[in-house]
């Protein structure tokens, strides 16, 4: 895990505790996330029960928007989309079809949409956000913190947001003081909440 | 003549001549695996002839060796099925127990998972109960090992072999009663074993059941049993037709001590009952007949000689 400037697992026991070091590290690498997180610090004790995960990701890529992956060619009421990558088509579809209704967005191939707008509508189509990174891969670390977590801690809260996240799991109600907790593990790596 | 379990593998050319051997020599084939052009077969066959097997198989690329968990069953007890346990850490251990021969059944309990909340239900102690050995397969913490085993060692009357993330001292020094086996430093991985460190743990494993059921092998011949569970399988191949409809990889499974044979219990338990073995003696006088609590299975248990009088 060369590329994550900080981690470290924090537990009582130094057995376990260096086996969740390797547990997060076959994690992280098999969800291709070890690009994207910059610091990470896990915390496990087995005796309360509780797991706590906090981190700091890397500057994640901005919101694609239309622009960045089709053309837009407006003549007299009629635009033309010509898609260039087909990865963001699908949510670009579920956005214009939401927005116009499904009956005024004709595809009559996989990389073009043929709309008849007015030009009210079709103002500012370009910078149409499609899609947002940051959603996805914050619901894939999340998910892959569930994984590295002891199983059964059914109990949990997460967030994720502005560069960071944090997760705390246990089998039991949360302890009321947890929010501090959280903090005490963000001053470890250098970042608070 | 003491029987010894062996795997034999070798081309699929003439191989049925092997079988035919084994069987001439008073031996039994437990299982046969026909894998692309290799023949896989578990077999028990006398001691003395392991040499005569090995010399007729050899033009034929055949190469024989004991397997000591041949002719067993066991269970590997995850405490779920989660992906924190799957697949490497369970499979990998189950896989490498069937490769040396064990039939393995892995049951992923269904709240065996945490520590304060780990259960056991009657239903996964009694498929527990009904195999010759059980593998505990639990964590990587010692706290956690301390306070969810004696839950889920609760009403388990099979020897249990015990892993876990610490080490074999501290596995000790955690469990009481102690159990019969103890393997530590193989707890929960989320990687393939590939290393020869990781493997040798896994042979680590099968060397404690090994001696596990030396040891349990050891006290059923001070009163053995009325018939060999092997023979009892050859009796149910030959003279119940139905078996042979079955399309599980085992229909017979054998164990140490009985049969598990997976015809439905309500229709086959009289015909198993009333089936002859030799000379007038059926296997409803030798062995007890019961339901099985793994789908609608039979399980067979021999008796002892001490309780039949009878040894065929």
Redesign the interface.
Known sequence: MEAVEYFKVECP?E??GS??L??AD??LL?HNLVRVVKKLHLF?D??I?LFIAVGVTQKLPGIVRLRDFADVNQQEGKVTVSIGNEAYLAPLLKILWEKFGKDRVEQPDRFTIIMNLSSEESEGLEDLPVFDPSTTIYKDLIYALQ?IQ?????VRRQYYGNGKFYLVAS??TLPENIEDLVREKFALIGESL | MILVPVTYKGGIYRHDEIMDLIEDLGGYIIQKHVIAQEVVLQALVPKDDIELIRRIGKPLTGEIFASPLVGTEIAVVSPSLEIHHLPHASCDTAEYIRRNGAKTNMVGLARGFGKRIAQLNDEERDVINEHDLAVYLLGDFEACIAHKFPVLRRGITVPIVLCGGPSTEVLKSLIDPPVEGYVGSIGRFMHRTKESEELSRLDEIIEVITAVLDRRRVELAKDPLSVSPARLMNVVNEKVDAIHDVLSPTPVTVQMTGLRVKLPYDTFAIVLKKTEIEGGTTIGDVADIRPSRMRDYILIRVKPFSETNVFI
Do not use: L
Not at chain 1, 150 to 154: A, M, N, S, V, Y
């Open positions: 026991e057995a376990g086996y969740y390797r547990i076959v994690v098999d496990i087995p005796r029960p994984v002891p199983e059964g801690f059914k089998e039991d």
